[in-house]
């Protein structure tokens, strides 16, 4: 009877024994499946193979992806500015896009000077727009984007290469007239696309003689065709406070062009040049 139940006590336990080893078998080849791939990857050492394991879960792109520093004004003006500078706006003290009496009084202050507000800072304009990515050069295309879109006339810097090379030149071309290859000065071309801003006849520029308002010119006209001719190509500050930026903050304009936009106004405001 003994010897029956010791047989049958080492039966069972090479059962839970052989039970043990399956169960152990089983668990090791659902790790080995589920594990597969990362096994598989780590064996792969290729650069490729290298590359996917530390790739980031997302990539990061700048807008559409154009390069810094390739970036038109009015792609600026449509991912930065456009917060502040929107034509319907609700920004105080920021001008708005189209809004020409409110960029009159900035473009009459010179291009160099509204470059210089935008890549320092001024007020509660926080500097670049408050993306330092922008270069100085993104700055200045955004500005002349803007100020060309509110009766202002600047030249941007060129993209190199790109479209803003083009576009630089067409604007150039077409704020100076040119007949037979030669550059003709045309007085009212000029005052549409620059002097308006202050001197048109509804400006709210102070200071600023308007067109067509005769006595605004009076004074200014005693002083002779050669005064004033020097003081809108050099700049000038009135005793009144007024001030009239060199060449009306276009250093493109040549002195002819200028001079020609002089005679214009006079001759629309009761003078004869």
């Given at each position: 009877m003994k010897h029956y139940k010791s047989k049958a006590q080492g039966?069972?336990?090479?059962?839970?024994?052989?039970?043990?080893?399956?169960?152990l078998a089983v668990l090791f080849l659902l790790v080995k499946l589920a594990t597969s791939g990362y096994y598989s990857d780590v064996a792969d050492n290729t650069a490729t193979a290298v590359e996917t394991r530390i790739m980031p879960v997302g990539n990061l792109t700048m807008g559409d992806g154009t390069p810094v520093g390739q970036r038109t004004g009015e792609q600026i003006f449509n991912k930065i500015c456009i917060q502040c500078h929107a034509a319907d706006s609700s920004v105080p003290n920021s001008p708005k896009i189209t809004h020409?009496?409110?960029?009159?009084?900035?473009?009459?202050?010179g291009f160099a000077t509204l470059i210089k507000h935008a890549t320092e800072g001024f007020n509660a304009m926080p500097a670049r727009g408050g993306d330092t990515t922008l270069t100085d050069d993104e700055v200045a295309?955004?500005?002349?984007?803007?100020?060309?879109?509110?009766?202002?006339?600047?030249?941007?810097?060129p993209v190199a290469g790109g479209d803003g090379a083009a576009s630089a030149a067409s604007t150039a071309t077409a704020s100076t007239p040119a007949t037979d290859g030669a550059k003709v000065a045309d007085g009212k071309a000029v005052f549409d696309s620059l002097c308006m801003a202050c001197h048109n006849a509804n400006s709210a520029i102070p200071f600023a003689p308007k067109i067509t308002h005769n006595a605004d010119w009076t004074v200014r006209l005693k002083q002779g065709k050669d005064t004033l001719f020097k003081h809108a190509i050099e700049g000038y500050t009135g005793p009144d406070g007024g001030i009239m930026p060199a060449k009306g903050g276009n250093a493109n304009l040549s002195d002819e062009e200028v001079k020609a936009a002089v005679v214009y106004m006079v001759n629309q405001s009761g003078g004869k040049f």
């Amino acid at each position: 009877m003994k010897h029956y139940k010791s047989k049958a006590q080492g039966s069972a336990l090479t059962t839970l024994i052989g039970g043990i080893v399956i169960l152990l078998a089983v668990l090791f080849l659902l790790v080995k499946l589920a594990t597969s791939g990362y096994y598989s990857d780590v064996a792969d050492n290729t650069a490729t193979a290298v590359e996917t394991r530390i790739m980031p879960v997302g990539n990061l792109t700048m807008g559409d992806g154009t390069p810094v520093g390739q970036r038109t004004g009015e792609q600026i003006f449509n991912k930065i500015c456009i917060q502040c500078h929107a034509a319907d706006s609700s920004v105080p003290n920021s001008p708005k896009i189209t809004h020409n009496g409110e960029w009159a009084p900035r473009i009459a202050q010179g291009f160099a000077t509204l470059i210089k507000h935008a890549t320092e800072g001024f007020n509660a304009m926080p500097a670049r727009g408050g993306d330092t990515t922008l270069t100085d050069d993104e700055v200045a295309r955004a500005i002349a984007y803007m100020a060309n879109q509110s009766g202002g006339n600047l030249t941007p810097p060129p993209v190199a290469g790109g479209d803003g090379a083009a576009s630089a030149a067409s604007t150039a071309t077409a704020s100076t007239p040119a007949t037979d290859g030669a550059k003709v000065a045309d007085g009212k071309a000029v005052f549409d696309s620059l002097c308006m801003a202050c001197h048109n006849a509804n400006s709210a520029i102070p200071f600023a003689p308007k067109i067509t308002h005769n006595a605004d010119w009076t004074v200014r006209l005693k002083q002779g065709k050669d005064t004033l001719f020097k003081h809108a190509i050099e700049g000038y500050t009135g005793p009144d406070g007024g001030i009239m930026p060199a060449k009306g903050g276009n250093a493109n304009l040549s002195d002819e062009e200028v001079k020609a936009a002089v005679v214009y106004m006079v001759n629309q405001s009761g003078g004869k040049f």
